[in-house]
């Protein structure tokens, strides 16, 4: 089991920019691919952006692919989400997901989440 901890959050205008952080603890963290997902009221959970445990293989989904940057640190168990360019839509609350691969992570273990709000 992993424990999953986001911080970083916040208000913030429109082109502004936030980075997000997961802390993780647990069994064999630096073994996990992680991730980010999001999810705005009244909409479906959604995929943002994915690593792998060594950090060389990364997804990200259409809508945040140039603006957003994921990353690890395994020596301090922790992943991050730069996010540059924000736009109100993206504007939710973001989960750091940590699982098997990337393709598995809504499987895994989940975070509490983080409120990201960009205003127009």
């Known amino acids: 089991q992993v424990q999953l901890v986001e911080s970083g959050g916040g208000l913030v205008q429109t082109g502004g920019s936030l980075r997000l952080s997961c802390a993780a603890s647990?069994?064999?963290?630096?073994?996990?691919?992680m991730g980010w997902f999001r999810q705005a009221p009244g909409t479906e959970r959604e995929f943002v952006a994915g690593?792998?445990?060594?950090?060389?293989?990364?997804h990200y989904a259409d809508a945040v692919k140039g603006r957003f940057t994921i990353s690890r640190d395994n020596a301090a168990n922790t992943v991050y989400l730069q996010m540059n360019s924000l736009k109100p839509e993206d504007t939710a609350n973001y989960y750091c997901?940590?699982?098997?691969?990337?393709?598995?992570?809504?499987?895994?273990?989940w975070g509490q989440g983080t409120q990201v709000t960009v205003s127009s």
């Open positions: 997901a940590a699982g098997s691969s990337i393709a598995t992570l809504t499987l895994g273990s």
């Open positions: 647990g069994r064999t963290t630096s073994t996990y691919a």
């Open positions: 690593i792998s445990w060594s950090g060389g293989n990364t």
